[in-house]
């Protein structure tokens, strides 16, 4: 009997061994448990999802006896290297241009010039150039913005010049006019027809009466069906704006001339394309 009992005490003993073995093996992975059970792809670092482009200016200046020069442009984060090449080349060539175009007329006069005309070395007042830039958007989805430009190089009157930039910053491209409205012959020539409608209005508000004239003018002209006729637009989520260069629409003192479009009427026209939605 005596040894039964040791034996069955001794059985007691390492059950509760074997539980007090299990409780702390269950306590331990509890409090520190193995690598593999905290897998790396649960630990995720912070990032920004389609974020707005960073946008920087550059600025060219140059100011002495014989030019004036003061032109900005800018230049952008998340997109190609070739559309800030291409904004920076605008503004380098054109200032060039200028340059050239202001010495030569300058050259010109002085050759011209009578000996009671007293010329100087350089002119009295220095040729000007002007450039700047004006964001119709700039965000996560698009850029779009306007360069206008103002110099006077000699002559009788100064000029004015337009360009606009527009990107796609998921299809990392420029959009094209023809992109915008869907390469669609038939939405061109909506466009077409309600730019002159506005254009001969605006023309009537400078004393021009003979709509009829000028609306011939304009179809077969500088607003008619003619993709090349409205590559300077910018867009937003709510107006198209286009942009019409000096002499393109009207007699010089008209300047710069613009349509507006709202999105939602160009819709109503039944215009639809991926930007116009």
Same mark, same amino acid.
């Given at each position: 009997?005596?040894?039964?009992?040791?034996?069955?005490?001794?059985?007691?003993?390492?059950?509760?061994?074997?539980?007090?073995?299990?409780?702390?093996?269950?306590?331990?992975?509890?409090?520190?448990?193995? &690598?593999?059970?905290?897998?790396?792809?649960?630990?995720? $670092? %912070?990032?920004?999802? /389609?974020? #707005?482009?960073?946008?920087? *200016?550059?600025?060219?200046?140059?100011?002495?006896?014989?030019?004036?020069?003061?032109?900005?442009?800018?230049?952008?984060?998340?997109?190609?290297?070739?559309?800030?090449?291409?904004?920076?080349?605008?503004?380098?060539?054109?200032?060039?241009?200028?340059?050239?175009?202001?010495?030569?007329?300058?050259?010109?006069?002085?050759?011209?010039?009578?000996?009671?005309?007293?010329?100087?070395?350089?002119? &009295?007042?220095?040729?000007?150039?002007?450039?700047?830039? $004006? %964001?119709?958007?700039? /965000?996560? #989805?698009?850029?779009?913005? *306007?360069?206008?430009?103002?110099?006077?190089?000699?002559?009788?009157?100064?000029?004015?010049?337009?360009?606009?930039?527009?990107?796609?910053?998921?299809?990392?491209?420029?959009?094209?006019?023809?992109?915008?409205?869907?390469?669609?012959?038939?939405?061109?020539?909506?466009?077409?027809?309600?730019?002159?409608?506005?254009?001969?209005?605006?023309?009537?508000?400078?004393?021009?009466?003979?709509?009829?004239?000028?609306?011939?003018?304009?179809?077969?002209?500088?607003?008619?069906?003619?993709?090349?006729?409205?590559?300077?637009?910018?867009?937003?989520?709510?107006?198209?704006?286009?942009?019409?260069?000096?002499?393109?629409?009207?007699?010089?003192?008209?300047?710069?001339?613009?349509?507006?479009?709202?999105?939602?009427?160009?819709?109503?026209?039944?215009?639809?394309?991926?930007?116009?939605?």
């Amino acid at each position: 009997m005596v040894n039964k009992k040791i034996r069955f005490e001794n059985n007691n003993t390492v059950l509760v061994l074997i539980l007090l073995s299990l409780a702390a093996g269950a306590l331990i992975g509890f409090y520190y448990p193995r &690598e593999k059970e905290t897998p790396n792809a649960n630990i995720q $670092s %912070p990032s920004i999802l /389609n974020p #707005n482009p960073t946008v920087s *200016v550059t600025t060219v200046s140059q100011k002495d006896s014989m030019f004036d020069i003061n032109a900005q442009y800018p230049q952008f984060g998340l997109v190609n290297p070739d559309f800030n090449s291409k904004i920076a080349n605008l503004i380098n060539e054109r200032i060039s241009t200028f340059k050239k175009s202001s010495t030569e007329n300058w050259q010109a006069r002085k050759e011209m010039a009578t000996p009671e005309e007293k010329l100087g070395e350089n002119p &009295e007042t220095p040729f000007y150039f002007k450039a700047d830039w $004006s %964001p119709a958007q700039i /965000n996560k #989805n698009y850029i779009s913005f *306007v360069v206008n430009i103002y110099s006077f190089s000699g002559g009788a009157h100064g000029d004015s010049e337009v360009y606009t930039f527009n990107y796609d910053l998921a299809s990392k491209k420029e959009v094209s006019f023809g992109e915008f409205i869907g390469n669609s012959q038939e939405n061109l020539n909506i466009i077409s027809k309600l730019a002159v409608e506005d254009l001969v209005s605006q023309r009537g508000n400078y004393g021009e009466t003979n709509a009829a004239d000028i609306k011939k003018e304009l179809e077969t002209g500088g607003a008619g069906p003619n993709m090349d006729n409205f590559k300077e637009f910018t867009f937003d989520d709510s107006i198209i704006t286009i942009y019409y260069s000096k002499y393109q629409v009207g007699p010089g003192v008209l300047g710069i001339v613009k349509t507006l479009f709202q999105k939602n009427y160009l819709l109503d026209q039944k215009i639809k394309s991926e930007y116009i939605k």
